[in-house]
Structures are given as C-alpha cells and as structure tokens.
C-alpha cells in the first residue's frame, strides 16, 4: 500500500474529509466515490494517520519555464513557494535549456517544483504530419507507455530528482490530459495504466518521498481520465479565459458559450441552471448568471469528494480584448476582472450547475501557478526582435504583474485575504 503523508497534503486532508461529508446536494459518501474498494480502504487508513493542524497556508507558484517569470515578480513579492518547469519525453530531457536552469535554482532552495512532464506535445515516434496524426501518435505513446516503455527518457528527471532530496517535486504525469490525446478506446484505460505505471517506476526509483502526482485533465473530462485515488495526490487545473467566463479575442471574439441563451455578452458571464425548489417543493431549474464555468466548478467538487487537494497548475490571462494597433499585450480593464474571479473560485459557495443544492468549496484549491510572463514573445515569455504571436489572436498578452496596477493589487489583496504564505511587497 502507498501512502505518502506530506505537511501540506495532511493539513489540506484534515479539512477536505470533513468538508466533503457535510457539503449539502448530492448524499454522496466521499469513500463511496471511489473507483476501488482497496483505494477506498487507503484513503480512510491516510486519513486517520494524518495529523489535524488548525490552518493551513496556500501556496503560490510562479510559472513558468523560465527565471525571468520569478525575477518579475521579486519587483512585486515576497519569495513565492515555487516554480514550474516542463519535460519532454520525446527527448528525455527538459523543454529547454531554460527549464533546466529554472529547476535547479528551485532546487537550490528546497522550493516546491512543479514538472509538466509531456507526450502528447512532441510524442516519441512522430514522423510528421497534421494534428490528428500527432494525437493518434500521442495516443499511441500512452499505451505504450502503460506497457513500460520509454522509461529510460526519464533518467535525466529521475537523477535531478534524487540529486536534489531538499526540493518537493508534483509531477504532472501530461498535462490537460484529454481522450482525444491519450485514450485509445472509450474506456480510456490506457492514460489510466499509464499513469499509474509511471508513478510506480518514480516511486521505485526516486524512494518517492519528496514525489507527489497531479492528474490534470482538461476540465471537460475530469471523470472519465480518472487514475484511481490511490497515486493521485493533487488534482490540477488551468485557468486562462473561459474558465473564468471571459472571452477570448482571436480576430473576433469567442465566447464559452452561444450568446443569447448561454453567454450575457454584456456581463460578460456564462449562463447555466442549478437545481432548486419551487413554491410546491418540486425540484426546479433556475437560469443565472456564473463567473465560473460548470466543468471547473463540477471537477472541483468531484476533487473533494475524492478528498484530493486542487492546484492551479496554469493560470495566467489572455488576450481578452481587440487590440487594434496597440502592440503592449495589456489588458488594463479585464486583468482586474479575471484576477477577482480566480481568487473567486478560491472561496467559492453557492449551487452548480446542473446539481441540487449549495457547496462550500473554499478550501478545495491550495495552491496557484500563476504564468508571470509575456506571451506575446513565445512560450517561454523571453523579449525578441519579433513577436512570436501576432497582434488579435489567443495568446498575445502581457501576464508580468509588474505591468499592472489595479490587478496587481487585486492580486495582492487576494494573496492576503486568502492566506497564502507568500504575500506582495
């Protein structure tokens, strides 16, 4: 039997069990929500061995890839928990040379890392062609990766790992894992087996101590990826745009949802039902307005029944506004509005969508990865000569907190308000 007893999972344990129990709607026994009684049975013998602290702290993460996101924000905070960094599998090291770098002075000081380990961006064996050709090599990889192989493209992560026992690592085993890039039938068990494969040989080979798993599936398909409780210590999710029921503005705006019915335009809001009573005491569906899309809110209580802690594993803005002919990446107005419903989901309470009653899912997401960087450079954020994406699409946008005003303080506010243990300057 695994069980990996941390400070921070066990503080988060401690009030997600009970919290789970009590949430009113649905009736459902968390360890009844298991996929398998033996899962059940560790996740109830956990629990009873974990300790119960009277609070505990957030974490804050700044992502991503590079040095440059955490030195922007020394100009605006106090040191932050961590960092992320990416992997890939097709070559058996780090994205880039960046990431390396980034790593190892997280691991300098015993900071947590977060590693976005990768298939399906780059998969072993991709000879070329479009997008569905690399999904159906990616699903490929995933089963083969269930069958054990590959498993020499992780000794340069597995020698960083035991190279460097001061660091916490949460491995993110794919990141927005999906059916379409990792399930090679309808059951999906092979993302399942592989993830569970994978997690074994880390475990095996890096004593697992310091090593703790994210399952971070798109948030559409949150159930259907599932691994099972036993090596899932985190659940991840990202946050850019419409997870938030903000639009995206790509040569046009796009909505999470079909204006009029399921967009308010000019609230800028989904729009969804939850089930309450009527006059007669008859089950009812109510039409409202919601900052937050039903999927994120959906996974996030399907994360605490499970009794599993949340990260935000990407979160960071996008280009939510026609740029015209400013070339800043800035989002003056609308960075204010995401930063206030990010720290929103955080303390969320209130009915969702689709399900009868009112939950309190306030202590369900412990830590954020906010993406401190310039997009408008390329992935990695890194100032050029040319941008790598042009002015009216997704991703041109200006993330450094440093470039704002009141998001910034929005941020700062909600670091503050929200008890995390990293607070601005």
């Given at each position: 039997m695994r069980i990996r007893i941390t400070a921070v999972c066990a503080a988060v344990l401690a009030v997600?069990?009970?919290?789970?129990?009590s949430a009113v709607g649905t009736g459902t026994d968390p360890a009844a929500a298991s996929t398998e009684s033996s899962e059940t049975t560790e996740?109830?013998?956990?629990?009873?061995?974990?300790?119960?602290?009277?609070?505990?702290?957030r974490e804050l993460l700044i992502g991503q890839s590079s040095q440059a996101a955490w030195d922007d924000w020394a100009t605006v905070g106090e040191a932050p928990a961590g960092g992320s960094v990416y992997y890939e599998v097709n070559s058996g090291t780090w994205v880039s040379e960046g990431h390396r770098q980034y790593a190892e002075f997280l691991a300098e000081r015993g900071d947590t890392i977060q590693l976005g380990v990768s298939w399906k961006d780059n998969p072993p064996g991709f000879e070329g062609g479009d997008g569905d050709a690399r999904a159906q090599r990616s699903r490929e990889v995933t089963q083969e990766l269930a069958d054990g192989q590959y498993q020499d493209r992780f000794d340069t992560l597995v020698d960083f790992i035991t190279?460097?026992?001061?660091a916490t690592y949460l491995v993110r085993l794919d990141y927005e894992v999906s059916s379409f890039f990792h399930?090679?039938?309808?059951?999906?068990?092979?993302?399942?087996?592989?993830y569970n494969t994978l997690a074994a040989m880390f475990d095996e080979r890096t004593g697992g101590a310091n090593v703790q798993y994210v399952y971070h599936p798109v948030r559409g398909e949150y159930e259907k990826?599932?691994?099972?409780?036993?090596?899932?210590?985190?659940?991840?999710?990202?946050?850019?745009?419409?997870?938030?029921?903000?639009?995206?503005?790509?040569?046009?705006?796009?909505?999470?949802?079909?204006p009029p019915d399921n967009y308010?335009?000019?609230?800028?809001?989904?729009?969804?039902?939850?089930?309450?009573?009527?006059?007669?005491?008859?089950?009812?569906?109510?039409?409202?307005n919601w900052d937050h899309d039903a999927n994120v809110l959906r996974m996030t209580r399907f994360a605490q029944e499970h009794a599993k802690p949340m990260v935000l594993s990407e979160a960071g803005l996008l280009n939510f506004?026609?740029?015209?002919?400013?070339?800043?990446?800035?989002?003056?107005?609308?960075?204010?509005?995401?930063?206030?419903?990010?720290?929103?989901l955080l303390n969320y309470q209130g009915p969702i969508p689709g399900q009868e009653g009112e939950y309190d899912l306030s202590e369900v997401i412990r830590m954020v990865t906010y993406i401190n960087l310039d997009f408008r450079y390329g992935w990695d954020g890194i100032p050029g000569e040319d941008f790598e994406f042009p002015p009216n699409s997704t991703?041109?946008?200006?993330?450094?907190?440093?470039?704002?005003?009141?998001?910034?303080?929005?941020?700062?506010?909600?670091?503050?308000?929200?008890?995390?243990?990293?607070?601005?300057r």
């Open positions: 997600l069990v009970p919290a789970a129990a996740t109830t013998e956990t629990t009873e061995q974990r300790a119960q602290p009277q609070a505990v702290d190279a460097n026992p001061q399930c090679t039938d309808d059951s999906c068990a092979s993302y399942r087996d592989a990826l599932y691994p099972g409780d036993a090596n899932v210590d985190w659940m991840g999710l990202s946050i850019f745009a419409h997870e938030l029921c903000l639009p995206i503005y790509d040569n046009g705006y796009l909505y999470n949802g079909t308010d335009v000019e609230a800028l809001q989904c729009r969804d039902v939850y089930i309450d009573e009527d006059e007669f005491g008859n089950p009812s569906a109510v039409w409202q506004t026609e740029d015209g002919a400013d070339t800043s990446g800035l989002e003056p107005e609308l960075a204010t509005e995401w930063v206030e419903r990010l720290f929103g991703w041109f946008v200006d993330g450094r907190l440093s470039q704002y005003g009141p998001a910034t303080e929005a941020f700062c506010r909600g670091l503050a308000e929200q008890s995390f243990s990293t607070t601005c």
